[in-house]
């Protein structure tokens, strides 16, 4: 009972990252894509996959032999995470960043991006290999959209461009035709 109110918690905790703040957190990508906060962004998501793979990895194989329930396992992954961010704030405050660097670390360390990783290891049973793989893998593609997405908001603020296809809602579209087109290249067939 504990374990699914804990799971539910955590559940609610990404639904918030996702719904809540994900308009802000869309928004900051969407700015960030053409500033020079680009590449801090993109390392710090980038860092983040890779260390919160190795080291979800590592919790969920202790997890793993005392219980196999899933409801720990994912809180023991929500765990690293936290855990992964308090680390990555206290060495970037030794290193004295900036408070936008700080603020960026927040949105890198609980970004969807970063935080499905874990979880398709364990859905996929990939190995740690496959695991740090996996994370490379999403940090790639991640920086790749980031550069799709400032491509795109250079192309979209033409001045020849009709004010209804200019802006924030013309790069969300954007954005959704980029991802059908990549989905279509995984050869899974959309359902309705």
Not at 39 to 49: E, K, N, P, R, V
Not at 56 to 69: E, F, H, P, Q
Not at 153 to 182: C, E, H, Q, T, W
């Amino acid at each position: 009972m504990i374990t699914e109110v804990l799971m539910l918690c955590f559940l609610l905790v990404l639904a918030q990252n996702l719904l809540f703040s994900g308009g802000y957190g869309i928004s900051e990508v969407i700015s960030t894509a053409v500033t020079k906060k680009r590449a801090i962004f993109c390392g710090l998501t980038s860092l983040c996959a890779i260390f919160l793979s190795i080291l979800s990895y590592g919790a969920v194989s202790v997890v793993k032999l005392i219980t196999d329930n899933i409801y720990i396992v994912y809180t023991a992954i929500m765990a690293t995470a936290v855990v992964l961010y308090v680390i990555m704030l206290v060495i970037l405050h030794i290193l004295g960043a900036k408070k936008s660097t700080l603020n960026l670390l927040l949105l890198s360390a609980f970004n969807s991006a970063v935080l499905v990783i874990p979880f398709a290891v364990q859905s996929m049973h990939s190995g740690f290999i496959g695991s740090i793989f996996l994370a490379i893998g999403g940090a790639a593609g991640y920086s790749l959209a980031m550069l799709l997405v400032s491509e795109g908001i250079k192309r979209l603020n033409y001045s020849d461009m009709p004010k209804a296809f200019k802006g924030a809602p013309a790069v969300i579209i954007f954005i959704g035709i980029l991802a059908m087109a990549f989905a279509s290249f995984s050869g899974i067939p959309f359902s309705v």
